[in-house]
């Protein structure tokens, strides 16, 4: 049977409420630092107070623990006390970029509602093999780095066909245009968004430039149910769950869906701009080659 978790739980004591509770279930650490998607070492530093949790490793051995609803609330509640902290994308490409992506295909996999607001670039659970390739050709490092970092995403995207679970994405017209790989690829990624929106679990909004801007389309921003907000800014991820936090961010989601199209007005707004890179493309292949001259 599981043991009380204290009140007041904070700081390293967050990591001594996790073994306590790992030791009254019985479970072995390397089983629960498995299930956890993270290696032993790691849970030990943890659960010995040398190397503070992030919020995303309390929900993970938290889930990996399989304790009572109203135990977790408690102690996910104790780590919200300390929720916010950046981490720099330098840590995450010393780490392995595709390493990551793990950690966050955990938190998706005990996800049912993903909110994505993206102004910069095509939401990564709905990237093609070629877009992620060609964003993340300069952050991976190695060749190596690269395609590790491509499967890992690819993987990620598999969540979608899970029919239990619910999407709304929301991006910025500059988005569908800004040309991140060429023109024939931007076609075909504009193909495959039209194609996952009408997945009866996809909602995807665009926000056409005409718009009068309900908000500042600043930072990227994807929302895990009511409990978890993952900014991106250019040096680091920011991750809260503290609730104000996490209201801020589903007002702003909320005002930027209430302008957005969706439905058929939106795939027909996001064809036509596939249909100019399409020309593009046909105009550059009917050009002659004048290298020679």
Known sequence: MVGPVRDGVSGPGIGKALRELREAGGKQAKVVARGAAMS??????????????????????LAALDVPDDVKARLSEAARRVATEATAWRIYRRT????HQEDIRAIEAQTTLHRTFQPSCIPGLLQTPEYVRRLRQRSAGTDEGLEKMVGA?????????????????????????????????????????ISVSRMPNVHLGV????????????????????????????????????????????AKFTRFEQVALSGEAM???????????????????????????
């Open 207 to 250: 926000i056409p430039l005409g718009t009068e801007m309900p908000d500042l389309p600043t930072s990227s921003f994807v929302m895990f149910d009511a409990r978890l907000v993952i900014v991106e800014i250019p040096h680091a991820e920011i991750t809260t769950s503290e609730l104000r936090d996490v209201e801020v961010y589903a």
């Open 40 to 61: 032993p070492s790691k849970l030990s530093k943890i659960e010995n107070g040398v190397l503070a949790p992030s919020v995303i490793d309390v929900e993970r051995v």
């Open 153 to 193: 995403r690819l993987r990620r995207q598999e969540i979608l066909f899970d029919r239990e679970r619910s999407f709304r994405f929301l991006v910025t017209e500059s988005v569908l245009r800004w040309q991140m790989v060429p023109v024939g690829m931007m076609a075909a990624q504009l193909d495959k968004l």
């Open 267 to 293: 795939r027909g707004f996001v064809a036509r701009i596939r249909d100019d890179f399409l020309r593009e493309q046909e105009i550059g292949a009917s050009r002659p080659d004048l290298g020679g001259r």
């Open 96 to 99: 392995g970029l595709h390493k």
